[in-house]
Nanobody
């Protein structure tokens, strides 16, 4: 599975961005998907995940109520809508795909990873 993340950029605090992750190489609808991020100088952390059907999602507490993960299986794409962005959301954001069907926050379940897209939130 190849994953291509896009949509990162520079935004002011309080603004919004939508990240996209296009998948190829395997039937997208059989994969659960997740977003992770790595802030500067810190370890990678979980952001959000969605089940293969889109019927189940889970979020990190730090983004709950501000970020929304969704998927379009017809377009082989998963999205991360990010609203009310804060400077602490600054990070490289990675999409990942898992062969398990449930939405999981555990990175060890994700076999496939995209290259990352940088999100910078200015104060």
């Amino acid at each position: 599975v190849q994953l291509q993340a896009s949509g990162g950029g520079l935004v002011q605090a309080g603004g919004s961005l939508r990240l996209s992750c296009a998948a190829s190489g395997r039937t997208f609808s059989t994969l659960s998907m997740g977003w992770f991020r790595q802030p500067p100088g810190k370890e990678r952390e979980f952001v959000a995940a969605i089940s293969w059907s889109g019927g189940s999602t889970t979020y990190a507490d730090s983004v709950k109520g501000r970020f929304t993960i969704s998927r379009d299986n017809a377009k082989n794409t998963v999205y991360l809508q990010m609203n009310s962005l804060k400077p602490e959301d600054t990070a490289v954001y990675y999409c990942a795909a898992s062969s398990i069907t449930i939405a999981t926050m555990h990175p060890q379940w994700y076999r496939y990873w995209g290259q990352g897209t940088l999100v910078t939130v200015s104060s």
